[in-house]
T-cell receptor, first 112, second 110 residues
Framework: DGGITQSPKYLFRKEGQNVTLSCEQN?????MYWYRQDPGQGLRLIYY???????QKGDIAEGYSVSREKKESFPLTVTSAQKNPTAFYLC???????????FGDGTRLSIL | EDQVTQSPEALRLQEGESSSLNCSYT??????LFWYRQDPGKGPEFLFT???AGEEKEKERLKATLTKKESFLHITAPKPEDSATYLC???????????FGTGTRLKVLA
């Protein structure tokens, strides 16, 4: 079955620690996205990649970093500079920017 | 500024009681409007894309419609398994970004 796999499902971060969230897709999609979901707010775009080795900042990129070395993979690193990292993180992909985005099942990040 | 507002925030229906969810938007040229369903602890599941005023899409008990200022998601004779949060998003022309609303939490009681 084609889809988007996010791991881990739950992640805990200590103060001053960087953590990396995994996102893998086997849909052969060119575009991939990272969103953050907080209670009472709409999804907010963190980073976006249209093609391998290229990515752009979204609305709330500060404290986050990404890489896109392979078409199927788009990992997100939450750095120690992100002061309020507790949230539900969602990865999405689409065949191009004109097609609907499809989402993985998310990673919930909490602070110890 | 591009904006999406969903109403109501929460809705409780009896099984079989039809209703509608609203998504009002302001955007500088609409490329597409998207409806998603999200279950607790899961990612959003794509339902529909609407591109132009007057367009309608249907899937089982759900029907989405679009005007120049808003979209409705009509739920006909809902069942408890339709309980979820329904999200609306718009994409403006010439951009890759989706602007999401905060969703409507639907609870269907047996």
């Amino acid at each position: 079955d084609g889809g988007i796999t996010q791991s881990p499902k739950y992640l805990f971060r200590k103060e001053g620690q960087n953590v990396t969230l995994s996102c893998e897709q086997n849909l052969n999609h060119d575009a991939m996205y990272w969103y953050r979901q907080d209670p009472g707010q709409g999804l907010r775009l963190i980073y976006y990649s249209q093609i391998v080795n290229d990515f752009q900042k979204g609305d709330i990129a500060e404290g986050y970093s990404v890489s896109r070395e392979k078409k199927e993979s788009f990992p997100l690193t939450v750095t120690s500079a992100q002061k309020n990292p507790t949230a539900f993180y969602l990865c999405a992909s689409s065949s191009d920017s004109n097609q609907p985005q499809h989402f993985g099942d998310g990673t919930r990040l909490s602070i110890l | 500024e591009d904006q999406v507002t969903q109403s109501p925030e929460a809705l409780r229906l009896q099984e079989g009681e039809s209703s509608s969810l609203n998504c009002s938007y302001t955007v500088s040229g609409l490329r597409g409007l998207f409806w998603y369903r999200q279950d607790p602890g899961k990612g959003p599941e794509f339902l529909f894309t609407l591109y132009s005023a007057g367009e309608e899409k249907e899937k089982e008990r759900l029907k989405a419609t679009l005007t120049k200022k808003e979209s409705f998601l009509h739920i006909t004779a809902p069942k408890p398994e339709d309980s979820a949060t329904y999200l609306c998003a718009v994409q403006a022309s010439g951009t890759y970004k989706y602007i999401f609303g905060t969703g409507t939490r639907l609870k269907v009681l047996a």
